[in-house]
């Protein structure tokens, strides 16, 4: 760029002397605003999550002050010798307990997220449309989301319980059930009880960004469509679907990496139940509860590692889907 | 509003005591400025902040009272965690009859300071709480749960309280069967706490205790809970959900199965004597138609069993005015607050001669027919289980919850359980 236009070097150079200068300063500036983020974030972010790794090495515990030495894999996977040939695995991968959080985690995520996503499209199509009122039902949808999870929890606890609660109290009234039932207790319905909390409070986020998405669509495609005939469910598929992908791949891991560590919602849900067990359950457990602060620390690596794992493998598998369309 | 003005006279109060603090700290020995953690069924916070009011106006300190859920596991995670980071906010914390082994480092030393008063308590209780040769807390009362029964609905129906759990069970049905006939539809046979929680580990220790299947962990460190007697037990236990108890008895607590008890809606109910008062009150459905006795004997069991309960009061190692601490603790436990919460609340005196005080048996007869409940009480093994203590109750309360809820035999879930303790165990506890 520089050598085309090179009827007036010494002027060039002169500019390209002072853009450079202006260059470097600018990023000087620019590295002088980011060094306090990038403190911060090493400080909250990186730092605990390094203590957490190391912790998961040691034998770590809270009762005793100052303890902390170093054991290498022993609360990953560790051979027990009872002499003689006898013996048997421990550690957390050999923990049928952790196995059934994870199970539970997963089991959790895919139905939630599935529900929320399906859900939240169809208020984002309806919230999309042109009707009166439309600001306020805009703003009211989103109170389930603006209420602290740990208030909606408590005031669903309450509405599912079996004695008092309203839920079973207006089944009763319209007939559709015929005993109470206890939702949170009832090893059936704890799982589905939680699925439905989140359901109704994070739904409103799903449908906040996917509007977001559908309102960046040009009209003039839905224009052509309407001229040409075309059925709105064809449209809906073939125009409407693939344009908003991109927000709602970009909803769906929100809602993914939040659900994959979910914690608050289950704690005052059902807390302690096996049948409700999550990996953040279980490794805060380990952490506080029980003596362990090393080995919920390694549970925590590995809550960690399994998020990235996932989140990786979901933005891949995502791309080759994105590419495999066009 | 009412919120708001008591936050504001809060406010007033404390502006008003820290001006007088100022001006007395010249002469008198200092005002310190206290906190105390506690968690609450009931009325323990109402009555904790009376006590507490007499020990402001006697010694010029102050004291706030920071509240904790009710559930003893959440509050522990929560201490440990304080307790951990040396938290200095926190002068005193009640703590819970199992606690001092795990959280002993922590703790002052109150040997010294209680010599006096140590003997005016039940040696017993003092001994679960002295750790290593160290007094780590002192008791500020006791509790051993009892059933209770509601007299009305036995007396109409024929039937005197039950001795056994099969007996508990068949009257249990009968009574519920026939008021429900008679068009009350809400009543059921039997609550207890059902949670997978500490209190779990109560009701089925003592329904395996009752039935000969041993104390889950001897004494001597021994794992015994995998045998016969235990699997029978917890298989009729399993058989009351659904049928006497209300299935939400898998997620009731104290405070839910009272709930449920003082509506009128139960015939049974297994609880620890702070609900006596409360059940005796003005608003309260079932006020004089109920009696306690002690809980029932299983079918192959010779004696009945109650779980030792119990909460003391422990200064913090990091406290910064440890010497008032002290002093607040050992006001709480003193004769004169016992008493007082004695007859208020019926908690559990830990001091021998209240017993026999004319004042207490005049207002609360039922404390003195307590007594032989709670000095048989058996003592969930903390002792020696020590620092794993949480989670051999956290397996033997998720034994246990499978089998009530039908995921499981008794004898499946026992064998599974005797494999993790054997787990934790590895070489010794």
Redesign the interface.
Known sequence: MVTATSSLPQAETKAATKSTQLTREKIRAAWIFLTPMILVLLAVAAWPLIRTIWFGFTDA?????GSGEWIGFENYLYW?DYGGGDG?W?GILADPTWWRAVYNTVYFTVIAVSIETVLGLIVALVLNAQFAGRGFVRAAILVPWAIPTIVSAKMWDWML????GILNDLFMMVGLISA???W????DTAMWAVIMVDVWKTTPFMALLILAGMQMLPGDIYEAAKVDGVHPVKVFFKVTLPLIKPAIMVAVIFRMLDSLRIFDLIYVL?????QTVTMSVYA??HL?????FAYGSAASTLLFLIIAGTTILYIYAGRVNLSGDK | MRLRSQTRSLAQTSVLAMVVASFVTGTAASAADLSIVSGAVGRDIEELRKHLDMFEAETGHTVSIVTMPASTTDQFGQYRLWLSAENPDIDVYRVDVIWAPQLANHFVDLTEAAADVVGDHFPAIIESQTVDGRLVALPMFTDAPALYYRTDLLEKHGATPPATWVELTETAQAIMDAERADGNDGIFGFVWQGAAYEGLTCNALEWIKSNGGGQIVEPDGEISVNNENAAEMLDLAATWVGTISPPGVLGYREEEARGVWQLGNAVFMRNWPYAYALSNSDDSAVQGLFGVVPLPTGPSGEQNAATLGGWNLAVSEYSQDKEAAIEMVKFLASAEIQKDRAIETTRLPTIVSLYEDADVLGAQPVIGEWLPIFQEAVPRPSAPTKANYNQVSQEFWTAAHNTLSGNGSGAENLATLERNLMRIRRSGW
């Not at chain 1, 515990?61 to 002050?65: G, I, M, T």
């Not at chain 1, 949170?184 to 090893?187: E, F, K």
């Open positions: 515990r809270l009762s005793v002050p027990l048997e421990i319980n079996d004695q008092f109470p039932i206890a949170t207790s009832s090893p059902t807390p302690n139940n096996v805060r457990q506080f509860d029980f003596d362990n």
